[in-house]
């Protein structure tokens, strides 16, 4: 019996499948579902999943049977439109269990949702953008609209990525029961008024990752807890005044904290449940989890939180009625129909609910415990690897030392190392990949504070550094001696032992024992 459909059916006993056993199985996975890999071995999860074909299947004989045309009209084809998007809506708020607490506001993505959320929050002078130092370049990007208004902002420090750490922000017991409030059901004629200088309450907003697409360490989801009713936002607060980040005064003011995560990297291979965790907005990417369609994500907002939310453009559908000539404008009330300018990517909504059905015949934590279980395989194998001098091969980032699948998710990122301990450049890692069929990434993956970070590469050096690039794929990826990235292998529910196996035999055979070019 393989891997596959050991992992489906492991859950007999509530425990997760054993590495020893996993290192047994030769292969997993329905792999006539993905003929399309031919004879390539795909490690590459975390920048696009894979579709398989027979979701391919489904989608093609849905649209095949059925005419489905723009929702914004009363004809048949349109209300049937209207209906299947609206199912699609909630099986995503089924699948994240946001119960009735939430609406689905179809994005082109990731970046576009962040976008978003930066674009409408209610920033003031009086407002802290905080953020963990791993994040996506999109994640830092919010920072430059809240500083046009007047916001200031903080990198905060690593050890929120450690649970013991969180503790000590997190609500008492008694408090947190007695903080739990039912959520408020949107009425667009009660929408506050847009804040202003005299407000005294302050809006702050802050950040993170679920999982680090750099290095796959999972940030703990009670940082939800810790700063909507914990001691975590006035603690970030103060941190900013010490370091000029932000004037004093904020004691002065009501300071209400919202969350945003970033799921594009966690939600293909961990359940997310947002009435346990309660964030405000969450963001994703849906060719992460299912390979298909591309262009298309979706922003999940609590509907407490979305009247705050401060709306300047509209187009298409999100309004009632506009006047040409007056500013006259009249918004439409439901939260996603007022974000979703335009014409919605209806055929590619549609075609969702055929990776949805991939992944509800597996199972959420099937998958889960599928990549655990060969990210860790991988990471003992590879991290047993030295030369004959007792170096090792590979410096490895994230937190596998663990063995924590609450802590590190289905990434593995390196870096290879000579005999003599100097690093060997990532591009040349890739090129030598690729000719052995492997697919991986390597690079910064657009996470300058993770890798910047790992490589102990100091804030002043980090600008000179980007003043002198032109691009992210400039140079060698090399500065004094340093990678300025990694490469990175990262699992998903296709992936099998044979995958892992081929990268460990790869740089076994390749980089063991093996000087660096003498013109490097």
Not at 371 to 392: C, D, E, F, I
Request: aromatic share 10%; with cysteine.
């Amino acid at each position: 019996m393989s891997l596959w459909a050991r992992v489906r059916g492991s859950r007999r006993d509530s425990s997760r499948p054993s590495i020893e056993w996993a290192a047994t199985q030769s292969a997993a996975g329905p792999r006539d579902e993905f003929q399309h890999l031919k004879d390539e071995t795909y490690l590459d999860y975390t920048g696009s999943a894979l579709y398989q074909r027979g979701q391919l299947r489904e989608m093609f004989t849905q649209l095949e049977g059925n005419l489905f045309c723009n929702a914004h009209s009363d004809s048949s084809c349109s209300m049937r439109t209207e209906a299947e998007v609206t199912s699609v809506r909630r099986t995503i708020m089924d699948w994240f269990n946001c119960g009735d607490d939430y609406t689905v506001i179809f994005t082109a993505g990731t970046t576009a949702s962040l976008k978003m959320v930066g674009e409408t929050f209610p920033w003031s002078e009086h407002s802290l953008y905080g953020y963990s130092r791993h994040n996506h370049n999109s994640v830092l990007g919010m920072r430059e609209l809240a500083m046009a208004k007047g916001s200031s902002f903080l990198a905060a420090e690593w050890d929120l990525q450690d649970p013991e750490y969180i503790q000590q922000f997190m609500p008492k017991e008694s408090e947190e029961e007695s903080s739990e409030e039912p959520v408020e059901q949107f009425n667009p004629e009660e929408t506050p008024a847009p804040l202003n200088d005299e407000t005294e309450e302050a809006f702050h907003l802050f950040a993170f990752p679920a999982e680090c697409n750099f290095s796959g360490i999972k940030y703990p989801l009670d940082l939800v807890h810790a700063l909507k009713r914990g001691t975590l936002g006035e603690h970030l607060l103060s941190r900013a005044v010490e370091t000029s980040a932000m004037p004093p005064g904020y004691k002065n003011r009501t300071n209400t904290w919202r969350v945003c995560v970033d799921a594009a990297a966690y939600a293909p291979t961990n359940p997310l449940d947002l009435q346990a965790f309660p964030a405000d907005f969450v963001t994703m990417s849906f060719y992460k989890l299912f390979g298909i369609p591309t262009g298309l994500g979706a922003l999940l907002v609590r509907k407490d939180v979305a009247p705050f939310m401060n709306k300047t453009f509209f187009g298409g559908g999100t309004v009632v009625a506009v006047s040409c000539d007056s500013s006259f404008c009249k918004l439409r009330p439901i939260s996603n129909e007022r974000f979703e300018d335009g014409t919605i990517s209806f055929l590619d909504i549609i075609g969702l609910s055929a990776g949805f059905n991939v992944f509800k015949s597996l199972g959420k934590q099937a998958i889960t415990d599928h990549v655990w279980t060969l990210t860790r395989y991988l990471y003992l194998r590879v991290s047993a690897l030295k030369h004959k001098n007792g170096r090792p091969l590979l410096e490895i980032y994230g937190n596998h030392e663990h063995g924590d699948p609450k802590r590190q998710g289905g990434i593995l990122s390196f870096n290879v190392l000579s005999p003599k301990g100097q690093y060997v450049p990532f591009k040349i890692v890739m090129e030598a990949a690729k000719a052995s069929n492997l697919l991986l990434r390597a690079g910064a993956h657009c996470n300058p504070g993770a890798a910047f970070g790992y490589l102990t590469i100091e804030e002043e050096d980090v600008q000179t550094i980007l003043q002198e690039r032109e691009s992210c794929h400039a140079g060698d990826g090399m500065w004094e001696g340093k990678p300025l990235g990694s490469c990175r292998a990262s699992l998903g529910y296709p992936t099998t032992v044979t995958d892992v196996d081929s990268l460990t035999t790869f740089l076994k055979a390749t980089y063991t024992d093996r000087d660096m070019p003498k013109d490097m």
